[in-house]
């Protein structure tokens, strides 16, 4: 403390005091110096002279000062000496220093780190030289670019370079370990194209990795590299088994290399080949590409566009079936942020939080503007005497709000420690999925940048309120003021800061609170299969070792050997775990019928008794038999909401779908279950037999293996894992409960649940200590009247409840002005909370009775106080 | 010695630059400048001067220098600049108006008015 005062001393001192004041000394000394030898030489004695000489210039202090006022810069020299002052008298608050500290620290460092993590996610620029002249491209059908259309957009040179990349799911092996990691195939181009380089050993080029050379090149991210092989830099040159395939690995990528995936972090790129891609020469979608083209100099995005659009228009007349819908007007955007793909949703979430997070810092800073109040009143004597003295309203203005930025940068030294907690905590949050996103997020420049832009913005915020109204001093009324201390008019300010924070912490009670409810709701909702008895293997096959139906053939030999399992009733065959936040959907139309181009479904690509084993019932029609093979009748069943959605009035059974010749016929209809959401209204999905669509089934999606038992599941999962590993030790493989595989989507509730729910809670004990800080003051204020009231022979009681009613009134504005605020709010969320009413009773209720509850108590203690008053004591103040 | 007359307020400034103006001064030199111009009728309060150097130094009207005096001192020197030189001769013409309006007025007669 000393130590920054000293600090703040030879500032001062070394900002103005040293230079000028020597020569201004010097100056003066030098004028009366020469004046005095001119007195000698008038015959004056040099003892005279020097004296007379004084006597002639006048005050040498006062003309000394004159000089310095014109030379010091008084708003930043005042600015210090305030500084000073401010520490030196919130140093005699500690309460107040406190309270703001916590209260502006818990405001900027949620805020902070929110804004850090936003960032992060949204404005993060994957690595490549020149983002501004890269653009992501999208044909107008909202399809990706197949290999084959890729080349045919290359080779218009449209673009000065066009890459692509694709993610896919790679078996690494080593030994007899297999581990699935996340890949990434990339055209040959695509290091080069955008600029990338290898920290460590190099990247391909695009002659050596072209996909007719059948490259077996790898470059491995730095975390991959970390992880698999240690750091160790004896990796290049190695060969790693990656789908069984013999892989030489040429480098590893920076540590903070972004990729063009954004969150979802690929471990190895290799080229796009057959190899990794199965189906490289299909025109169609399935193997489709994320495209990004490298701008000509100065080519405008729109005429890009327009040619993009012209070239797809022309891939769609060449080949109408498997580009349909290509003629569309193509999507072209910046690569910055995360690549929003119109999804209202992806946007929603985070700009509730922003606003959310807002409220919080708004209710931290009137806490604090609400004190920087009280403060200003107690304080209006010492202001009228600076008056008095001269000091200018600005000045007083100012003086007042460096106190409230010091409190603010207090608070923000408090919060930026939050934040950067937050941001460790946040940044090893996974969502449990198939692909783990991890949020790296480093504490950087950006986030203290952001938490000094916000500590100034609250400073303000809190300061400048009190700074006006406690510069609007009346000097003489002041002065003479001595006792008299009755201000309660002046407290309508504060009082409707308390209302404000009661009100803004009944929208976040209330939509935190829905957010549990709908959390609840999903938790306890049905899903419509059984969730106690079902076991479920997810298994990443080597592609190239099952071509053709080789998966279908592989997934047989499972069931078969899982058959004989004791534990096991039955087992079955999917492409699609539902409610494991994978999806699949295609476009399809019914036989005879012309539908709207792009009608799309769901998707599950299942084996026979599937349904049994999820205890799906089947309510018309046939499962699917063994008979069910490739080159027999292709056939597929439908959930009721699809025979809801298309046919109508009519029984689905014996009709034909699919997507062109041939089609397949609907043998069976089975009870809706959920597929993407539980909270969704059920929505049509269609079940493919699993040994038809050989072609999906050598996609690189894993197959996933169920099975039912007959008691607990858990029991069985060993005898499952050996049973796999049996027929193929290189397959990578995981097993779970259904009931654990299904929990992807209450598991984003629940965190976004337990953000809000904290969110909530900081706020309502924010508001709180708002609401306490009020009644206490005011009872404070009203010790005098309270004595009176004694005196005159008021019970303890009715004081008690004289002020708990005036805090319970404010708590009752607050909670009025919110709920109405929280009805106009949560109907733009209803999406977001599945399941539960925008204007559900109950959550409105209970915040009212937390609130209520709260009030009672952050007034009961002040309340409680009055009545301790003892009149003579009080009176005696007067 | 003639009459001494008290400065109006303003004129202390026009009077340094005109000072100033006929050559490179010190402080002192700038009230003995002064004593001679104004044949020592103007009664300068010696250090009124200072701040008053000061402040045109701050406005941009006045150059300064540590140099050596004549008594072999360091003194600081002022020298007028541009923006110095340009407010002298507007100063200077804006008091003559001033003094002849102040004349003609005071000269008037009942009649003439």
């Known amino acids: 403390m000393r130590a920054i005062k000293f600090l703040f001393w030879r500032l001062a001192h070394f900002v103005r005091r040293s230079r000028t004041e020597r020569e201004i000394g010097d100056e003066l000394a030098f004028h009366i110096q020469s004046r005095a030898e001119d007195l000698v030489r008038q015959g004056l004695s040099s003892t005279d002279a020097a004296r007379q000489a004084r006597v002639d210039f006048g005050g040498i202090e006062r003309y000394k000062e004159q000089c310095r006022d014109t030379r010091s810069v008084p708003v930043f020299e005042n600015a210090l000496r305030d500084l000073v002052y401010a520490w030196r008298s919130l140093r005699r608050s500690p309460i107040l220093v406190l309270v703001a500290t916590l209260s502006l620290g818990l405001g900027i460092g949620v805020n902070t780190a929110l804004l850090g993590a936003l960032s992060a996610i949204f404005l993060r620029v994957p690595t490549m030289t020149d983002p501004a002249g890269v653009v992501a491209i999208e044909p107008g059908n909202s399809d990706q670019f197949s290999f084959l259309n890729y080349r045919d957009l290359q080779d218009s040179g449209i673009f000065a370079d066009v890459v692509g990349s694709r993610t896919t799911l790679l078996n690494l092996r080593s030994g007899d370990n297999v581990e699935r990691v996340d890949g990434l195939a990339v055209t040959a181009n695509f290091f080069e194209g955008l600029g990338i380089r290898a920290s460590l050993g190099r990247i391909f080029t695009r002659d050596e990795a072209s996909p007719e050379r059948d490259p077996r090149l790898a470059v491995l991210s730095y975390a991959c590299w970390q992880r698999r092989f240690g750091g160790d830099p004896a990796v290049l040159e190695r060969v790693v088994n990656l789908n069984g395939q013999s892989f030489l690995v040429l480098g590893v990528l920076p540590q903070h290399y972004r990729p063009v995936t954004g969150l979802m972090s690929p471990d190895v790129y290799v080229p796009v080949s057959a190899l990794v891609l199965p189906n490289l020469n299909s025109r169609g979608n399935g193997n489709g590409l994320a495209v990004l083209g490298r701008l000509r100099h100065q080519t405008p995005p729109h005429q890009v566009q327009s040619e993009v659009t012209a070239l797809a228009q022309q891939l769609e007349r060449t080949y109408p079936r498997e580009n349909e819908g290509f003629s569309l007007p193509a999507r072209v955007f910046p690569v910055r942020g995360m690549q929003m793909r119109g999804s209202a949703e992806l946007i929603a979430f985070p700009v509730l939080l922003i606003v959310l997070f807002g409220l919080v810092l708004l209710i931290a800073c009137s806490n604090v503007a609400g004190l920087l109040l009280a403060r200003a009143t107690a304080r209006r004597g010492e202001f009228a005497i600076r008056v008095a003295l001269g000091a200018g309203r600005a000045r007083l203005i100012q003086s007042m709000l460096i106190e409230s930025f010091l409190l603010a940068f207090l608070g923000a030294g408090a919060g930026s420690l939050l934040a950067v907690w937050l941001v460790q905590v946040l940044s090893v949050v996974t969502l449990p999925n198939h692909q783990p996103v991890q949020l790296s997020i480093q504490p950087d420049f950006t986030l203290y940048v952001l938490g000094l832009g916000l500590a100034l913005a609250s400073g303000l915020l809190c300061g400048v309120v009190p700074a006006l109204r406690a510069s609007k001093v009346g000097v003489v009324a002041e002065v003479q003021r001595t006792g008299n201390r009755s201000i309660t008019g002046r407290l309508w300010l504060r009082h409707s800061l308390v209302v404000g924070q009661v009100a803004a912490s009944v929208v976040l009670l209330v939509i935190s609170s829905l957010f549990l409810r709908s959390l609840i709701r999903t938790a306890t909702l049905n899903p419509g299969f059984d969730l106690d008895h079902g076991l479920v293997a997810t298994l990443y096959l080597e592609p190239n070792r099952y071509l053709g139906d080789g998966a279908a053939l592989f997934a047989e030999r499972v069931l078969e050997r899982v058959d004989r399992i004791p534990e096991v009733r039955s087992g079955s065959v999917a492409s699609v775990i539902p409610l494991a936040g994978d999806r699949s959907a295609a476009r399809f139309e019914v036989q005879g019928r012309p539908t709207a181009t792009g009608a799309r479904t769901y998707l599950n690509n299942v084996s026979p008794r599937y349904f049994d084993t999820m205890g799906i019932p089947l309510l018309r029609g046939r499962d699917f038999r063994p008979s069910d093979r490739p080159g027999s009748p292709r056939v597929v069943i439908v959930n009721e909401a699809f025979q809801r959605a298309y046919f109508p009035g009519e029984d689905a059974v014996g009709r034909h779908v699919g997507y062109g010749e041939p089609f397949s016929e609907i043998v069976g209809v089975v009870k809706d279950s959920s597929y993407a959401s539980v909270s969704e209204a059920p929505t049509p999905v269609l079940y493919y037999s699993y040994a038809q669509v050989p072609s999906l089934s050598t996609q690189a999606r894993p197959l996933m293996v169920h099975v039912r038992t007959d008691g607990d599941p858990g029991a069985a999962i060993r005898s499952v894992a050996r049973a796999i590993a049996d027929i193929d030790n290189k397959v990578a493989f995981e097993v779970k409960t259904i009931r654990e595989a299904t929990t992807f989507e209450l598991d984003v509730r629940r965190l976004g649940s337990a953000l809000l729910g904290s969110l909530g809670g900081v706020g309502l004990m924010l508001a709180m200590i708002g609401l306490y800080g009020v009644v206490a003051y005011a009872v404070a204020a009203r010790t005098p009247e309270i004595g009176i009231r004694m005196a005159l022979g008021a019970s303890s009681e009715r004081v008690l409840w004289s002020v708990l009613g005036q805090g319970l009134r404010l708590v009752g504005m607050g909670l009025a002005v919110g709920s109405v605020l929280s009805l106009l709010v949560t109907h733009l969320i209803a999406d977001l909370i599945g399941g539960v009413s925008p204007t559900d009773p109950v959550t409105f209720a209970g915040t009212a009775l937390v609130l209520a509850f709260t009030g009672l108590v952050a007034s009961y203690f002040p309340a409680r106080r009055a009545t301790l008053i003892d009149p003579l004591t009080a009176l005696r103040q007067e | ?113």
């Open chain 2, 1 to 113: 010695m003639g009459q001494e007359v008290g400065l109006l307020p303003g004129t202390l400034d026009l009077l340094i630059l005109k000072a100033v103006s006929l050559g490179q001064l010190h402080g002192y030199g700038v009230l003995l400048r002064i004593g001679q111009m104004s044949g020592g009728a103007l009664d300068v309060e010696q250090g009124a001067l200072y701040p008053a150097l000061y402040r045109l130094e701050g406005q941009g009207l006045l150059d300064t220098e540590w140099g050596v005096s004549d008594n072999n001192r360091k003194a600081k020197y002022y020298r007028l600049t541009t923006a110095g030189r340009k407010r002298l001769r507007e100063e200077t013409a804006g008091w003559q108006r001033l003094t002849a309006v102040m004349a003609t007025a005071l000269k008037a007669r009942l009649e003439e008015i």
